[in-house]
């Protein structure tokens, strides 16, 4: 390996620094000569040259600030349910109206007139009060001879009668000709209908009517979350205040996405980044004991890493991961952690085995041991540096494959338990919610790309300027 | 993998000879993964059995007795792998009076239809889409491939997957269509998913056909090629691409594992009823039989495909002779 580099260096001559051909104080002006630089230095400079491994590496650099220091700054709790605000989407600065804690709403009886008929208008349907979030109400003219009505409620104009969008209920008899509406309401346009039922069936009519509904929150909420004081909370009523920022959204229990994209980011990097660093180890001193021993040794040692990787990995990542069980109020991370471990660490020893065994027959670790050189002497000065490059490109290229195997477990719900948020179930949990609230897969989603993308940027940067030959292998 | 050149001939058939001792440390590793499928197993805390419902000692005692729970765990490894010898993987679980061998039978060809449909999108479009950056070095075109390349190896599989759902609806809306987004009842609803699935792969081998396809830009035989008077289009058809390929042939069956274990999530997503989905929804259970009939026949699954395309290897590449 060593050799290679330096024979290559001889062929082509790398580019350098302009300042070290500078004359050298103190010597006679004549000899042109270059500071010597060792191996890391050498790497260093060629990975200065490489713009997207550096910004990649200023990318990671931010993930691990935002992951230690995010709940710092950002200090809400990532557990709160705010249920004011569903899956609302990303806002800094949103208003809603205080209203009171009781719903003042009478139903509304009234006898039908035998003059009325109903058209596919909106005419003879009104709003109650005002729609907001909390609630909506409307009445309309009764239909001589229903004897009840359907509700409809729809997110755009209807076109037919068969899409009205969904049934939220059924007055019974026809002198009830109003309906109030609590559903899961969002600040957008509603489109509700009725349909009056006879006693021959179904009405082949309908009425529509748009309303407009305006955020809302009530009063001891508004308190709760202690937006305004509760002395004087009576001169709120009827007034718009500040709603909490979330200005990544929340989610489906109204808890802040940005807060919990930070708790994940704590367990997703912490598996991400551990298990990586540990397995590494492992098959660092499996691989090079293997390899350094050599013989019948090396061919047990290796026939049994053989049999490790012939498993089919995210089976028994999965099968290994419920085996090591989870007991109550525990959040999950141990077990994917021992299962990562125990099936990624043969992969890592095969590389650093044939490494090693490469590194044997050179020449001048035949002359260190001819030399008399222990074990020790050997490992240390001769096979721990020639294979400290090759390691550090294995583990940047492990971190996001473990990231990745994270996000899957957890996405299909063999991951951490909630309520411990990782990125992955986060992506689970926003996937239900997909067509109504992108923002709850889009976020967690984006963290885990940017995440694997710096660190594979990153982990090409470093082979490149360590000049390590891997077998790319896939899983 | 472990070829050296041909120098003697140690028998008639020497790919014969290698397919055997592939097979036999086949069947070794086999039975690891039996092996550690059953102890694996058998950590887990609690069994199918201590369910919801409340069972009487005696009726706890007799199901013990039909699914062999109440041997020493020995006994039980022994008559595990017996069965396994024979093909048996016994009866479920969770699923009263259904065999596993029947569900693996009636789900495995759907993951596998999904499967090989997934691997001809991403070997044919990673072939093509590797030749074309590659003729097509440092231009816009290669660029972009690449960087598409980089984006999908980056991106979780199931935001493929979940994104697609939502395109398809957002399709169907719009041009009135009747696209199926989820479910299996034929042919058509597995286009999405097989593409979903085949991404992955198919950027990893548009990186590795490119990569090959520049590696041998410089070979002997190509400018002996050229210094022959053969035409860029020979050339490429007769001495680059069929060289280029080989590298994407050994990395076939790998590729294999990884489209079958990524096929738990397409077909979760897309709710096809593949092993795959079962196999989830065993662990989920702690359905024994069920986890470890799908496992040792996964494994097995995959351990034979490696060694096929190791053979198969072999022979697409006359240079490397596959005797030891």
Known sequence: MTTKQTSAKTLEPPKMDEKEFLPYKGRTPDIIQRPSRNYWQQAFSKLKTNPSALISLLIII???????????????????????????????????????????????????????????????????????????????????????????????????????????????????????????????????SIIPIFDEGQSTQYSTIKLTAMDAIPLSDAVELGIIPIHQKTNYLGKFIHLPAHPLGTDYLGRDLLARLIEGAKTSLFIGVLAPLIFVFLGMLYGGISGFLGGKADEIMMRFVDFIIALPFLLFMILFKVAFGIGP??????????????????????????????LKEMPYIQASKLMGANVFHLTLKHMLPNVTGLLLVTLTFAIPSAIFTEAFLSFIGMGVVPPTPSWGSLCNDGIHTLLTHPHELFFPALFISVTV??????????????????????? | ?????????????????????????????????????????????????????????????????????????????????KNIAK??????????????????????????????????????????????????????????????????????????????????????????????????????????????????????????????????????????????????????????????????????????????????????????????????????????????????FYGGFLVLTVILVDILYGWVDPRIQVVK
């Open chain 1, 62 to 192: 931010a993930l691990v600030v935002f992951t230690l220091i995010g709940d710092k700054i950002w200090t809400v709790d990532p557990y709160d349910q705010d249920l004011t605000q569903i899956s609302s989407p990303p806002s800094f600065n949103k208003k809603a109206l205080v209203i009171p804690d009781k719903i003042h709403y009478q139903p509304i009886i009234q006898p039908s007139k035998e003059e009325y008929t109903l058209k596919t208008t909106s005419s003879g349907m009104s709003v109650i009060g005002t729609p907001t979030t909390q609630f909506i109400a409307f009445k309309w003219q009764p239909v001589a001879g229903a004897k009840g009505y359907q509700i409809f409620r729809h997110e755009y104009l209807p076109q037919h009668i068969d899409d009205l969008g969904v049934p939220l209920g059924e007055n019974e008899g026809g002198e009830h000709v109003s309906y109030l509406d609590a559903l899961r309401l969002e600040p957008i346009d509603y489109f509700y």
């Open chain 1, 453 to 475: 993308l710096a660190f594979n940027l990153l982990g090409d940067g470093l082979r490149d300027a360590f000049d390590v030959k891997m077998k790319e292998d896939q899983r």
């Open chain 2, 87 to 296: 093909g048996d993987f016994g009866i479920s679980f969770t699923q009263e009076n259904r065999r596993v061998n029947d569900i693996i039978r009636e789900h495995f060809p759907i993951s596998a239809l999904l499967g090989v449909l997934a691997l001809i999108f991403a070997t044919l479009g990673g072939i093509f889409l590797g030749a074309f950056a590659a003729t097509h070095k440092n231009q816009l075109s290669d660029h972009v491939i690449m960087l598409m390349v980089i984006l999908v190896v980056s991106v979780p599989g199931f935001v493929f997957a979940a994104l697609s759902q939502l395109g398809i609806m957002k399709i169907n809306d719009a041009f009135n269509t009747d696209f199926p987004i989820a479910g299996f009842s034929s042919l058509s609803h597995l286009v999405v998913p097989s593409i979903v699935l085949g991404l992955g792969t198919l950027a990893y081998l548009t990186r590795l056909m490119r990569s090959s396809l520049l590696d041998i830009e410089s070979a002997d035989y190509i400018r002996t090629a050229k210094a022959k008077g053969l035409s860029n289009a020979q050339i490429f058809a007769k001495h680059k691409l069929r060289n280029a390929l080989l590298p994407v042939v050994t990395v076939l069956g790998p590729a294999v594992a990884g489209i079958t274990t990524g096929g738990f999530v397409v077909e979760m997503i897309f709710a096809i009823p593949g092993l795959g989905k079962y196999f989830v929804e065993a662990v989920q259970q702690l359905d024994y039989t069920v986890i470890m009939g799908t496992a040792v």
């Open chain 2, 1 to 81: 993998m472990s070829e050296t050149l041909h120098t003697q001939k140690t028998t008639s058939y020497p790919w014969l000879a290698y397919a055997i001792k592939r097979l036999i440390s086949g069947v070794i590793a086999i039975w690891f993964i039996a092996t550690a499928t059953f102890f694996g197993m058998h950590l887990i805390p609690g069994d199918p059995l201590s369910s919801e419902k409340k069972m009487s000692p005696q009726i706890r005692k007799n199901l013990e007795a039909r699914y062999g729970l109440d041997k020493p765990l020995l006994t039980q490894y022994g008559i595990f792998l």
């Open chain 1, 329 to 358: 109020g525990e959040s999950g991370i141990f077990p994917m952690l021992m299962a990562l471990i125990l099936l990624s660490w043969p992969s890592v020893a095969r590389l650093i085995r044939g490494q090693v065994l490469q």
